[in-house]
């Protein structure tokens, strides 16, 4: 059972666009939300992550944004660029339990 | 900071051999690491956890006596996959984590593309 559900699978955007990400998950015990980003041959880095008292968080430019009632939360990637072309991977955790549960990626493109 | 370490990045070999892959917190001590598999185009698929000094706690379906995990410092984890079969070609992948609980940063290596001909 998919505990993540991620969407669109992939994404093309034209630079300069905004890309957004789609998640959400079921177990409200998650309080943890962080976003990796995998280049090809490469393992995951972790972008941002978010926690539930917040309805939204941004460092440089991305953005989460995270609604607690929908149990969804989003990334956007503000003014994208051909170097964010990139999988990523959403992902949820609880706090004092080990595992963190990933989405099943979207592979993005930004076209020059 | 937090850089974590894996060898080797490719390998490739017969089927029968034992694989061993290396995963290393360069800079950080690291209470849990974890060991993933993902196939191309799919997500990451944990493995197995292990904690240093103690046995490994894997997740169900994977087979305990296929792939051996052993963490014998705050440094240092290895996988290995005995007695690999083409089935067994993926890209491997570990993690480090400096302290316990889910909502602690993951730090992951550069992963391993095992090859079994």
């Known amino acids: 059972q998919q505990q993540v559900k991620q969407s669109p699978q992939s994404l093309i955007v034209q630079k300069g666009g905004i890309p957004i990400i789609n998640c959400a998950y079921e177990n409200t015990a998650f309080d943890y939300f962080p976003w990796y980003q995998q280049f090809p041959g490469k393992g995951p880095a972790l972008l941002i992550a978010i926690r539930p008292d917040v309805s939204e968080k941004k460092e440089g430019r991305f953005t989460i944004s995270f609604n607690k009632s929908a149990k969804q939360f989003s990334l956007h990637i503000m003014d994208s660029q051909p170097g964010d072309s990139a999988t990523y991977f959403c992902a949820a955790a609880q706090t004092g339990a080990n595992n963190l549960f990933f989405g099943t990626g979207t592979r993005l493109t930004v076209i020059p | 900071g937090a850089v974590v370490s894996q060898h080797p990045s490719w390998v490739i070999c017969k089927s029968g051999t034992s694989v061993k892959i290396e995963c290393r917190s360069l800079d950080f001590q690291a209470t849990t690491m974890f060991w993933y598999r993902q196939f191309p185009k799919q997500s990451l698929m944990l493995m197995a956890t292990s904690n240093e000094g103690s046995k490994a706690t894997y997740e169900q379906g994977v087979e305990k006596d296929k792939f051996l995990i052993n963490h014998a410092s705050l440094t240092l984890s290895t996988l290995t996959v005995t007695s690999a079969h083409p089935e067994d070609s993926s890209f491997y992948i570990c993690?480090?984590?400096?302290?316990?609980?889910?909502?602690?940063?993951?730090?992951f290596g550069d992963g391993t593309r095992l090859s079994i001909l």
């Open positions: 993690s480090a984590r400096v302290l316990q609980g889910g909502d602690q940063p993951q730090h």
